[in-house]
C-alpha cells in the first residue's frame, strides 16, 4: 500500500541533468511491459533488489546513519540509499512503489536509475522530485508510482532539509519531542505535473531522524490496530541517545512484539539518522 498525501503546492523548480535508463532499468522495462518472468528473470531481479539498498551503514564523529529492509515476499519495492556528494553533504532518499513482489522490484529500479541520474548537489530537495516525476511521466506505466522521499543533511551545521513525494512523515526524537517533520506531496509518477514542498531542520547531539515507509507504520497488532496510531510514538521516543543501529534493533523487537502472529503484509524500509550525544565515544 501507498499513502496518499497531499500538501500544499509551493512554486516549481527545474533544475539538474536527466539521464537516460539503461542496463538493469532498461530489462526492468521490457518485463513490465510484457508481464513475462522466468527463471532467469528472478535471479536478475535478486540482483536488482540489491541495487536498491545501501551496502551497510554509514558514520563518523558528527552523525550515523543506519537502515533496515524487510521484504514481504522474495523481492519487493521499496528501495533506499545514502550516499556523500561532492559539496560534502549526505543525500537520503526512500522509496516505497505501489504493488509488491517482482514487478514492483523491477519498477523501484526503473525509479533508483532516473534519481541517480538527477544532479543532485545544492540544497533543493523539492527540485530533484519535481525533475523524478517528470522523467517517469515521459514514459509512464500504467498501475505504476512510487512515493518518494529525498533529504540533504549536511554534517557542519547538522541541518536536514527534505522534501516528500507521498511517504509517511518523518519522525523525529529530541531531547524534549517526538514529533512528525513536514507535511506529504503527490507521489512521483501519478501525475503530469508535481511540485513539493521542502523543510529544514536543525538537529543537536542526542537527535534521531526516522524515516520509514508505510509497511512501518500500518503493520498491524491481532485486533487490527496499527503500529503508527497505537505504539509508534512511544517507541521511538525510548530511543533517545541510543545510536542509529541500536534504535532499528529496539524499534523492530518492539514491532514484532506488536504485531505477534499477524504477520507482515508489506515491505518494511526504515532508515535513521542520528547525531551522537556530545560525550558519546566513537
Known sequence: MVILSISRIRGQL??????LVTGTEALAVKHLSTGRFGQNDMHEAHCIQAS???TGPMQNESFQIAFRYTPFSEVGGDFADFFRLPDGLIGIYLGDV??????????GSLVMGALRGIKKTGADTAGVLSLLNETLMQRPLEGRFCSTLYALFNPATRELTFSNAGLPLPLLVSQTTCRLLGEGGLPSGLFPVATYGQYTVPLFPGDSVLFATDGLHESRDPEGAEFCS???AQTWEQCRCKTAGESLDYLFDSLHAFSQSS???DDITAVVLTIPPQNASN
Open 14 to 19: 527545474h533544475m539538474g541533468t536527466i539521464q
Open 52 to 54: 536498491l539498498l545501501p
Open 98 to 107: 505501489v504493488g509488491k513482489g517482482l514487478p514492483a522490484a523491477m519498477y
Open 263 to 265: 504477520g507482515q503484509d
Open 230 to 232: 497505537v505504539r509508534m
